[in-house]
């Protein structure tokens, strides 16, 4: 398994170099640069400024030159933010859209888990109405639209948490869950759906046959088959959590890198779309390996390579 | 399937990773005592490559230069310099600096601001605002690379103490420039030490109120007051935090909580902002800043003047002032905002929708019969849209012609208009200093933000004139000269004047009311007097 890994790893730098050059491909021919302003530079200042950083060469010994510094780390200076690396800025922001990310993926897990359990354990009761149409709800809402619902109850109705900001976990609660939302709702479903077949199952009633209680069933037994189609679901979902934070971190100021991998792109800010598209690209690619171990780890039917 | 409890291990990881999370994301830190928001995040505050008003506002906050601005008013008042004489002709100024001194220790000397000036001047550190410096006797021959002996440039440290500029030409607002970030100095001890790294928080030197105690990416600048500035026992806040919401929901709802004192007009969401401006801590100013449209005059339909005459006599700005922007815009009808001292515009025409029609049948499109349909292009945003709306239905009921809706994103939108990709196209420009040159002169022959094909040799010798003229009053009355012939003949019709919204509690706070320059200094903003006496 450690030499497959170690395969699929090698594989993936063939892969990340055609998504750079893609990018940078993109990124060029787009119209409009990183200098162009409501106010215009004077030519003689915008020549000097392309000269300082290579933008007169060609595209291709640009593209050369990239790569070149990226193998010895230098991911180069951000052209908006001009004393800024796009290394500091990767290393001061991603952390906090990580960690937004995993207390989304922790607050899905839990509360997903906790409503499918209750709607398997008693179908078609008000308990599973009520737990269902809360998945569907969080399905449906768009989380630009639960951000601000949200807001309105707890910031400025129940002035329990603060409204935007960070620094604080009371500041990760509201972007968490409305980041997590989604997740959750679909985590619901997967669970009651699962559930219910294996609480039908021989195994299950065999279980009950020997008088085990209603709660060693369900959570012993039961569940523990019941799980395993989440576990698929949690590599996609975690990597487009993660990948996805974009309007969650603009609405709730969560100071992350989400904002960057998009404002970048818009501002022509070359280095730092670049690195950041590096960034998340290669988080996809070790998620996606790191998935299929799992299954793998999981169950022994499952064949690597 | 092997048999292996998979859930404990989830529970488990959840129970690792969100503690963990939760250490690495908190900081405790004490709020600031005056939290503002300046929008979005500087790009630097770098007095040479500074651009943005985020930018400058913090600048101003950290340095400052030879003179400063009255807090409301905006009149020059002294700062490094405590005096300055001008000669008799105006173009000689001599600065007398008082004591004061850097964070490091250095005494602030007249030799920092001539390193400054140097730098922003010298061609390859292509300085964004290296025109700021135009006004001085031989800068702009320095900055062409026309020379490289900074000697012909008119800047002299007479001493430590003293500095001498001369000028390239009459510039009545000089002193106003020198209270400007590009006019700032900087300490040539961090400069020679890091480079162009000296801004960066840790390297910083100030000889402004403040300095930067912190600076964390997307969320604050914490400033911090400065003991080593000369007036630092006039500085109303021990501590500050510029915050950078971009989205105006999200920086109401803070300020709205009680986690920001103050926001300008940015941080209002345009759907409330006939609300907010209703209620008593939302306080009112005039702004140096224009909405417009530029009209592409290399386009057949756009070459008469008369048929741009039409298309700006056809709008009823006032409609949309009343029902799009909502808070005591100024409609337009000349291009320099009101306001600037010593100058009034010409009167320009106001809605005239008989007059625009009989333009329009002069320059052979009665009822707007064989005129093709043009095309009124703006950058993607709430704001633009339905004010092009309006602009389209108007022109259609007055005049008979059609228009089309195009927007683009704003890079997109800014390329195709210096290409001249357009008809019509929506524009904004704030002035820069108090007077009208910062407006009239984007419209010379060939300025890189005219954007528009038209060059008018009579305009550009009424702008040479006026730049020369030394009697304040002609001076003033050639601007008004050539802003009527840039309205009568001219590529632009002029929307609206912007006002500067500012919300704070004036119960509380003082010294941070709205200017005409968007201004915010932070030197004067203190706890008002009844707040103060409240707490006693």
């Known amino acids: 398994m450690i030499g497959y890994a170690l395969r699929r790893l090698l594989g993936l730098l063939p892969l990340l170099a055609l998504v750079l050059f893609l990018a940078f491909v993109f990124m060029r021919t787009a119209p409009g640069g990183p200098f162009d302003a409501e106010r215009s530079l004077s030519p003689q200042i915008e020549q000097a400024l392309r000269a300082r950083y290579h933008l007169d060469e060609p595209l291709l010994r640009q593209f050369g030159r990239y790569l070149g510094d990226l193998a010895h780390g230098d991911l180069g200076p951000s052209f908006r933010y001009r004393n800024r690396s796009v290394a500091e800025i990767i290393k001061e922001t991603a952390p906090i859209s990580l960690a937004l990310g995993v207390m989304a993926i922790a607050f899905a897990l839990v509360f997903g888990i906790a409503a499918g359990v209750v709607s398997a354990v008693r179908p078609r009761t008000g308990w599973d109405h009520l737990a269902m149409g809360a998945a569907m709800i969080g399905i449906c809402i768009p989380n630009f639209v639960l951000g601000p619902i949200l807001v309105l109850v707890f910031a400025f109705t129940l002035r329990l948490l603060p409204p935007a900001g960070w620094g604080s976990p009371a500041h990760l609660i509201l972007p968490a869950i409305t980041l997590g939302a989604l997740r959750a709702a679909s985590i619901a479903r997967l669970v009651r759906g699962s559930l219910l077949e294996t609480l039908g199952e021989d195994s299950i009633r065999t279980a009950r046959a020997k008088g085990l209680s209603e709660p060693v069933v369900v959570f012993r037994h039961a569940l523990k088959l019941a799980i395993l189609p989440v576990v698929s679901y949690l590599g996609p979902a975690a990597a487009a959590t993660l990948s996805g934070s974009v309007v969650v971190e603009r609405l709730f100021l969560v100071p992350g890198l989400g904002t960057f991998f998009v404002q970048s792109a818009l501002n022509r800010d070359y280095t730092v779309a670049m690195g950041t598209v590096l960034f998340y690209s290669t988080l996809l690619m070790l998620l996606n390996l790191a998935v299929d171990l799992a299954y793998r780890a999981l169950d022994p039917r499952v064949e690597l390579d | ?536």
């Open chain 2, 1 to 536: 399937m092997r048999d292996r409890a998979f859930l404990p291990f989830v529970l488990l990881a959840i129970l690792i990773a969100v503690p963990v999370t939760l250490a690495v994301t908190t900081s405790h830190e004490p709020r600031a005592d005056f939290v503002f928001d300046v929008n979005s995040e500087p790009e630097t505050i770098d007095p040479a490559f500074l651009t943005g008003q985020p930018d400058q506002r913090v600048a101003l906050a950290v340095f400052e230069g030879l003179v400063t601005r009255d807090p409301e008013t905006l009149a020059p008042r002294p700062g490094i310099a405590d005096r300055w004489t001008t000669a008799e002709d105006g173009l000689t100024y001599s600065f007398h600096l008082r004591p004061a001194r850097w964070s490091n220790g250095d005494p602030v000397s007249a030799s920092d601001f001539v390193a400054a000036w140097k730098r922003i001047l010298t061609p390859a550190n292509a300085a964004a605002n290296a025109e700021m410096l135009y006004p001085i006797a031989g800068a702009s021959a320095f900055h062409h690379g026309e020379t490289t002996d900074f000697g012909t440039v008119g800047i002299a440290a007479g001493d430590d103490s003293t500095l001498r500029v001369t000028l390239a030409h009459p510039t009545p607002y000089f002193l106003d420039l020198c209270a400007g970030t590009t006019y700032l100095p900087v300490n040539p001890r961090a400069l020679a030490r890091f480079g162009d790294d000296w801004i960066r928080p840790e390297h910083l030197v100030a000889n402004g109120p403040f300095t930067i105690a912190d600076w964390k990416l997307r969320r604050r600048i914490r400033l911090r007051r400065n003991p080593d500035y000369w007036d630092a026992a006039h500085v109303g806040l021990a501590t500050a935090d510029a915050i950078f919401t971009e989205q105006a929901s999200t920086a109401f709802n803070l300020y709205a909580t009680g986690e920001t004192d103050w926001i300008d007009s940015s941080g209002i969401p345009p759907m409330i902002r006939d609300l907010v401006v209703a209620r008593s801590d939302c306080h009112r100013s005039a702004y140096l800043n224009t909405y417009f449209y530029r009209l592409n005059v290399t386009r057949p339909a756009l070459a008469d003047p008369r048929v741009r005459q039409a298309l700006g006599l056809a709008i009823d700005k006032r409609a949309i002032v009343e029902h799009i922007t909502r808070s005591g815009q100024i409609p337009a009808t000349h291009f320099v905002p009101p306001g600037l001292p010593g100058y009034a515009s010409p009167p320009g025409g106001d809605y005239d929708p008989a007059r625009a029609r009989a333009l329009m049948a002069e320059a052979g499109y009665p009822g707007g019969r064989g005129f093709p349909a043009i095309e009124l292009f703006f950058n993607t945003s709430e704001e633009h849209r339905p004010i092009a709306e309006v602009v389209q239905q108007q022109w259609k009921d007055v005049l008979g012609i059609q228009a089309e809706l195009r927007n683009q994103e704003w890079k997109v939108f800014l390329a195709s208009t210096r290409a001249l990709d357009y008809d019509v196209s929506r524009a904004s420009w704030i002035g820069d200093y108090l007077d009208p040159s910062t407006f009239l002169d984007i419209f010379r022959s060939g300025n890189t933000n005219n954007r528009t094909g038209w060059a008018d040799a009579e305009y550009d010798r009424i702008l040479d004139r006026a730049a020369a003229e030394r009697d304040p009053a002609a001076r003033a009355a050639l601007y008004a000269e050539a802003e009527a012939r840039l309205l009568n003949h001219g590529p632009i019709i002029p929307i609206y004047f912007y006002v500067t919204l500012n919300c704070y509690d004036d119960r509380k706070w003082q010294g941070c009311a709205p200017n005409l320059l968007n201004l915010l200094e932070l030197k004067f903003v203190r706890r008002s007097d009844a707040a103060v006496a409240a707490s006693r």
